[in-house]
């Protein structure tokens, strides 16, 4: 079976679950872990689709949606994963995830599962999110205690136990339908 396992990742978060996904199926099937920044021209196809990105504006990236449709990944069998930088228990995380699932069935693809988990925010962001705050006080990430705390929290994640988590989850979704 040929899977293919592609990321979007700014600063390594999604890169690292990716990385610890690609280690527990690496020996169950032929599979491809892509940086989707370095796939420029059109893949070949696969039996089954794991994408991974980090969180933007409460959905999937845009570069990943670039790829995705520029990839043509419709009417697959997919999986998907995310980082985002709340804690996973926030109804936001589930809301992205959500709106990433959304956004795959609406390209008519079938998608077998996913998985999010907080991954550090970058504090250099902060400073741009800082300025646009200035300039529009409802700023979808506008800086408030609440993300000042959510920055801390962020911190050490993914930690070692949302990889073990992110391993568990890919190996008995591949178990239930492979
Ligand atoms: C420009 C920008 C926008 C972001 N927007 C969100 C967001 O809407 N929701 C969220 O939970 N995290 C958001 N984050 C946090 C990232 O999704 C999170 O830190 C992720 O783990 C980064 O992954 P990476 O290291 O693979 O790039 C944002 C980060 C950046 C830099």
Same mark, same amino acid.
């Given at each position: 079976?040929?899977?293919?396992?592609? *990321?979007? &990742?700014?600063?390594?978060?999604? *890169?690292? %679950?990716?990385?610890? $996904?690609?280690?527990? $199926?690496?020996?169950?099937? @032929?599979?491809?872990?892509? @940086?989707?920044?370095?796939?420029?021209?059109?893949? &070949?196809?696969?039996?089954? *689709?794991?994408?991974?990105?980090?969180?933007?504006?409460?959905?999937?990236?845009?570069?990943?949606?670039?790829?995705?449709?520029?990839?043509?990944?419709? =009417?697959?069998?997919?999986?998907?994963?995310?980082?985002?930088? %709340?804690?996973?228990?926030?109804?936001?995380?589930? +809301?992205? $995830? @959500?709106?990433?699932?959304?956004?795959?069935?609406?390209? @008519?693809?079938?998608?077998?599962?996913?998985?999010?988990?907080?991954?550090?925010?970058?504090?250099?962001?902060?400073?741009?999110?800082?300025?646009?705050?200035?300039?529009?006080?409802?700023?979808?990430?506008?800086? +408030? =205690?609440?993300?000042?705390?959510? %920055?801390?929290?962020?911190?050490?994640?993914?930690?070692?136990? +949302?990889?073990?988590?992110?391993?568990?989850? $890919?190996?008995?979704?591949?178990?239930?339908? *492979?």
């Amino acid at each position: 079976m040929k899977i293919l396992l592609a *990321y979007s &990742s700014k600063t390594k978060n999604t *890169y690292k %679950v990716a990385k610890a $996904i690609y280690e527990q $199926i690496k020996n169950f099937a @032929n599979v491809d872990l892509i @940086n989707i920044k370095k796939a420029k021209t059109k893949l &070949s196809m696969y039996d089954f *689709y794991i994408l991974g990105c980090w969180t933007d504006k409460g959905t999937a990236n845009k570069n990943m949606m670039n790829f995705i449709e520029t990839q043509n990944i419709r =009417q697959k069998n997919v999986a998907i994963f995310m980082t985002c930088g %709340v804690p996973v228990e926030h109804y936001h995380a589930k +809301d992205s $995830i @959500n709106n990433f699932t959304q956004y795959m069935t609406n390209l @008519n693809n079938n998608i077998l599962g996913s998985f999010i988990c907080q991954g550090k925010i970058d504090p250099k962001i902060l400073i741009v999110f800082k300025f646009l705050t200035w300039r529009d006080p409802n700023f979808i990430h506008k800086i +408030d =205690q609440t993300m000042l705390e959510w %920055v801390e929290i962020s911190k050490p994640h993914p930690t070692k136990t +949302d990889l073990l988590n992110a391993q568990n989850w $890919i190996k008995s979704l591949l178990e239930k339908h *492979y």
